[in-house]
């Protein structure tokens, strides 16, 4: 790795974090973001001087990739379709920002079809590029989840009882077998394939003929699967442990957050800093005997029958809440950047306890789940309010930063006008 020639110093903060200095961005390797959903990571980044540059597939909600902080937006047509396009937009930001004394790009992934792309690629994107997740072979088994939980049952990790489905099985077949309750789980080994078709990275399952139904269109599109329980307890019981892990497996930098609100069974709409006992350990020692290096972000939940965590999944890339970390002032996205490119390397877990709890708020997902919780009583009009008196992060708003939150808005009041122009309600 390239070690740049700077005199490199960090000081700890009374609050035991660290503090780190602002460099002049034309002595640094730039930045590649892979993909839509990085406002968070290009934030984090830029507030400490280092400019973005992304390369997107995804051209639906452009105000994701409209901050201040980005440098450029590179378009191109599907990374799966035509990847020689993507792999031809990363040398040419490489052949034209990279000299000498910066010999590589650092490349941040933020989907799991992104992930495939670099696995499909690695060779010839690690020539010029320090990508912020690694080995491959540890990559691989985080983004096919029939690898993942074959691995985590062969280590003897803690997770959601979990049958596994092949390609070749016609309907249910033998593995439904065993399953007593419903709902439950049906997702194939990737899930960002069934999301291009279906909308959604997994389907529920209500009894046994709508499983057989799903399994077969599953098997037909010629799709490893796993059926899998769903761990009982309210959403308040699900947790993350996010952060930057170092070569093998040692993690540099980490937060906990606690996932209070959520769309369905997906992403979190509001997201809390916490500290939960026993849940860095199970973590570290995850990252640590995978021996992972990069940025992640793994999912727990605490399965309301016996009190114990379960290991939901682990995400080799950044993730939708990562600014969250920032505000917490642990700037992971930074951290990670300042080990690849060879500035420092950070090498003391961070993770709140105690002190004034942060907010994560997305608004595009969260006023749909907020007034449904309402509506049934699920969510007192109290706790919501003393959430907004934290003065939480809401994405996509942001006073020093506030372009994609006006794009936001000025797409959303184009929409409601067209619908009242159209006559719909």
């Known amino acids: 790795m390239h070690q740049a020639n700077l005199n490199f110093e960090y000081t700890v903060t009374r609050n035991g974090n660290l503090k780190f200095p602002l460099y002049n961005l034309n002595t640094l390797p730039p930045v590649v973001i892979l993909g839509s959903g990085g406002l968070g990571l290009i934030r984090s980044l830029g507030e400490k001087g280092v400019r973005s540059i992304v390369i997107d597939d995804d051209d639906k909600q452009l105000y994701r990739n409209s901050s201040r902080y980005c440098r450029h937006i590179i378009r191109v047509p599907p990374m799966d379709k035509c990847p020689n396009r993507t792999i031809d937009a990363i040398f040419s930001i490489w052949h034209l920002n990279c000299k000498a004394s910066i010999p590589k790009l650092v490349v941040f992934p933020t989907s799991d079809h992104a992930l495939v792309f670099l696995l499909t690629h690695w060779k010839k994107v690690s020539d010029f590029a320090e990508i912020a997740c690694g080995p491959p072979e540890v990559v691989d088994i985080t983004v096919d989840k029939y690898k993942f939980y074959l691995w985590l049952e062969g280590n003897g990790f803690p997770s959601p009882k979990t049958w596994f489905g092949d390609a070749e099985d016609e309907g249910v077949g033998k593995i439904g077998r065993g399953i007593a309750s419903f709902p439950c789980i049906v997702k194939p080994a990737f899930t960002h394939l069934l999301e291009r078709v279906d909308g959604k990275k997994l389907h529920i399952a209500k009894d046994v003929d709508h499983l057989k139904r799903v399994c077969e269109r599953l098997s037909k599109r010629k799709m490893k699967y796993i059926i899998q329980e769903i761990v009982p307890g309210p959403v308040e019981n699900q947790f993350a442990l996010a952060g930057y892990s170092l070569p093998g497996g040692r993690i540099g930098c980490c937060v906990i957050t606690n996932k209070l609100r959520q769309s369905d069974f997906g992403a979190g709409t509001c997201v809390s800093g916490a500290f939960v006992p026993g849940l860095f350990e199970l973590g570290k020692r995850l990252i640590s005997e995978l021996k992972y290096k990069g940025i992640f972000e793994i999912e727990f939940k605490r399965d309301a029958r016996d009190e114990r965590l379960k290991i939901i999944e682990l995400n080799a890339r950044s993730w939708s809440q990562v600014i969250l970390a920032t505000r917490m002032r642990v700037n992971v996205p930074y951290m990670a950047y300042c080990d690849l490119a060879g500035l420092c390397s950070c ?51 942001d006073l020093r930063d506030p372009r994609p939150g006006l794009l936001y808005l000025k797409d959303k009041l184009t929409r409601f006008f067209h619908k009242i122009m159209r006559g719909e309600k």
Request: glycine residues 10%; proline residues 8%; without cysteine.
């Open 347 to 397: 090498e003391r877990p961070i993770y709140s306890k105690g002190g004034r709890k942060r907010y994560w708020i997305s608004l595009e997902r969260d006023l749909a789940v907020v007034k449904e919780k309402i509506g049934n009583g699920g969510l007192p009009v109290s706790r919501l309010f003393r959430q907004v008196l934290t003065m939480p992060t809401v994405e996509p708003f």
